[in-house]
């Protein structure tokens, strides 16, 4: 079972990324996934979640109205579209799948067993 996160990059704020992870191994259309990320010097964040059922999960104000996530099952693939990117978006960007047993909220990284291993995003102003 493997995640392989990519379609970061260096971009100048407000520009857009699609961030996309892809799941190999098992499907994950009927798991929560969520997107973490992890600025230099910082402990890893939770960014957006989406449920099993299609339902969004966020945590505070800081990327509501400019992030989203998508999941498309046909290619058991789950997207993170960023718009109006700011520098302080900076950060490695992880994709995670909770699992059975998880001891953590929704909100944190012991609530997610799968990792995948991360793709950078630098937002220059």
């Known amino acids: 079972v493997q995640l392989q996160a990519s379609g970061g990059g260096a971009v100048q704020a407000g520009d857009s990324l699609r961030l996309s992870c892809a799941a190999s191994?098992?499907?994950?259309?009927?798991?929560?996934m969520a997107w973490f990320r992890q600025a230099p010097g910082k402990e890893r964040e939770f960014v957006i979640g989406?449920?099993?059922?299609?339902?969004?999960?966020h945590l505070g104000d800081s990327v509501k109205g400019r992030f989203t996530i998508s999941r498309d099952d046909a290619v058991n693939t789950v997207y993170l579209q960023m718009n109006s990117l700011k520098p302080e978006d900076t950060a490695v960007y992880y994709c995670?799948?909770?699992?059975?047993?998880?001891?953590?909220?929704?909100?944190?990284?012991?609530?997610?067993?799968?990792w995948g291993q991360g793709t950078l995003v630098t937002v220059s102003s």
């Open positions: 191994g098992r499907t994950f259309s009927t798991s929560d």
């Open positions: 989406l449920t099993s059922g299609g339902g969004y999960r």
């Open positions: 995670a799948v909770r699992t059975a047993y998880q001891s953590g909220t929704v909100f944190s990284v012991r609530g997610y067993g799968i």
